[in-house]
Antibody, heavy 119, light 107 residues
């Protein structure tokens, strides 16, 4: 069974770049039809899709974040990453990594990691 | 971008009662609609995909219906562990969106 685990700094300063990694175990990140994604949830608010990436590197991003977000895949380490630039307090959230397997719904999720933006 | 609107925002019910949650899309999503359950401090869990198919391990008291723009998640008889927040989600033109959620709380 696929397992996903987020890692990265819990605190980022305003204007800096947020960087997170999702480690995948129990399966290959190069599996066909698997889309690897990031979703975030500000405190006491709902879910916001950030973006999805295929193992080949093809990526799709939320238009509201386009220009600030970049996702990448490292097949040798079986992990994928998120970079969000020019962060503000509004980017404070729990960040989840998740996977879409062959369809459009997120079948497996990581436990989430809280990232706070503060000086 | 397709917007998903969930109603009601909060549903106050007692254990054993029936819960009916609504999700309306701003344009047709065919049957490409999923539902998730999220409990405090936990990641969301996939319940329903393709509008009406239960994910692996999801109890039969959860059912989904609808197509096009109007969808419903029904919990036939609420168990104590079902009190949580529920989100609908769709994908269209390689853009994923979530509804704002319905909080099912104990009355």
């Amino acid at each position: 069974q696929l397992q996903l685990q987020e890692s990265g700094p819990g605190l980022v300063k305003p204007t800096e770049t947020l960087s997170l990694t999702c480690n995948v175990s129990g399966g290959s990140i190069s599996s066909s039809n698997h889309f690897w994604g990031w979703i975030r949830q500000p405190p006491r608010k709902g879910l916001e899709w950030i973006g999805n990436i295929y193992y080949s590197g093809s990526a799709y991003y939320n238009p509201s974040l386009r220009g600030r977000v970049t996702m990448s895949v490292d097949t040798s380490r079986n992990q994928f990453s998120l970079r969000l630039s020019s962060v503000t307090a509004a980017d404070t959230a729990i960040y989840y990594c998740a996977v879409v397997r062959g369809g459009y719904s997120f079948d497996y999720w990581g436990q989430g990691t809280l990232v706070s933006v503060s000086s | 971008e397709i917007v998903l609107t969930q109603s009601p925002a909060t549903l106050s019910l007692s254990p054993g009662e029936r819960a009916t949650l609504s999700c309306r899309a701003s344009q047709s999503v065919s049957n490409y609609l999923a539902w998730y359950q999220q409990k405090p401090g936990q990641a969301p869990r996939l319940l329903i995909y393709d509008a009406s198919n239960r994910a692996t391990g999801v109890p039969a008291r959860f059912s989904g219906s609808g197509s096009g723009t109007d969808f419903t998640l029904t919990i036939s008889s609420l168990e104590p562990e079902d009190f949580a927040v529920y989100y609908c989600q769709q994908r269209s033109y390689w853009l994923w969106t979530f509804g704002q959620g319905t909080n099912v709380e104990i009355k």
